[in-house]
């Protein structure tokens, strides 16, 4: 995928006057629990200027999602219902919910909806069709509009019926916010400032091993922390204790750590905070690497360690986190993780990116959204990113080109 191609396939290069307009967009929003109050409205918000974009061109506007995962469409807590009224509150206009996502009678409603409306159709995920990339199933969505535009980046990286499958049957193009996703973490995997720093965290070495492979390529230095960390140091030749460590993995670890023809330096902890239990109270002490105690286990990274990667993160042009670098949730073992996020905050005029579930979480959490270039929105469709592969959403818009 080139940037020129990608470019071509952008919304903003073509005529969309008047047309019916289906948009795939990220609604999947977190709600409070056992309730259908939405908790964080962020992605709602942030759909608003391509739906006002294809309103001022007096388009129909088809707006198509899915959220959380239901079984059927019995399963009622997952209907788009609350969204389509908070959507509706903050476009300021009506939104009509239609009762489902396919149909005659849906062709119907759509038919029958002037232009410059907007609607929302059901829950995506409510037709088993969709997960499996049905045939019939996309050629009925793309029956419901002149043209599809692709804006949820946090399903790229799934080739199913709303986000793969359709584009075979109908003009198909790249929404306001997938573009700057890409623009984003094209730059950084392209040509990024230098030096880069990727720091990279979470429960096990195994998720991100795609990731730190395709990364140790491309950047200067990667600094490692997190549940994953017990890995890396048990491969350096120390004992982590009571950790769990993956055995499998130790190999393909040493040799990351080893590997001359790469060309990041990865930087390992050099003390963590160790807990006689997994537990929020734990009791807990600082240990050198290499003086580990047998029975306790590493649940965060040390003061020293700490010191040494905020050093590195502020010397870096471009930063890049993915991923705790201890059991954030917890206070007495949150330390590492707010000094790395602090760091990155404290830089001026260096591009840093976050990306992933848990991390967005930390840097909402910690109030830093202001404080970082980019968040990226995708868990899944990151990792797949920076781990070079493809997004076969992407590729199924752009391929034509
Ligand atoms: P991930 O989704 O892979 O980024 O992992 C995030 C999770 O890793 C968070 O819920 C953290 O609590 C957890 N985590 C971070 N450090 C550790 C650790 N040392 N031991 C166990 N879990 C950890």
Known sequence: MTNTSLNNKSIKRHDIKDKTVLIRVDYNVPMDPGTTNIADDSRILASI?????????????????????????????????PITVRLSELLDKPVLQIPACK??????????????????????????????????????????????????????????????????HIPSYIGFLMQKELDVLGKLMSNPDRPMTSIIGGAKASDKMGVLQNLSKTVDAIIIGGGMAATFIKANGFSVGASKYENDRLLEVSDLMENDKTRAEIIIPSDVIVADRFHADANFQIADV????????????????????????????????NGPMGVFEWKNFSSGTINVAKAIAGLKDSTTVVGGGSTADVVSKLNMNNKVTHVSTGGGATLTYLEGKTLPAVEAIVKDD
């Open 49 to 81: 200027p391509q739906i006002e974009y294809l309103l001022k061109r007096n388009c129909k506007v088809i707006l198509l999602s899915h959220l959380g995962r239901p079984n059927s469409s019995a399963d009622t807590e997952f209907s788009m219902k």
């Open 103 to 168: 149909g005659q009678e849906v062709e119907n409603q759509i038919k029958q909806l002037p232009f410059k409306s907007v609607s929302m159709l059901e829950n995506i995920r409510f037709e088993s069709g969709e997960t499996k990339n049905d045939h019939k199933l996309s050629r009925e969505l793309a029956d419901l509009a002149d043209i599809y535009i692709n804006d949820a980046f946090g399903v790229a990286h799934r080739a199913h019926a709303s986000t793969e499958g359709i584009t075979k």
């Open 290 to 321: 290499n003086s580990i105690p047998e029975n306790m286990i590493i649940l965060d990274i040390g003061p020293r360690t700490s010191e040494k990667y905020t050093n590195t993160i502020s010397g870096s042009s471009t930063v890049i986190w």
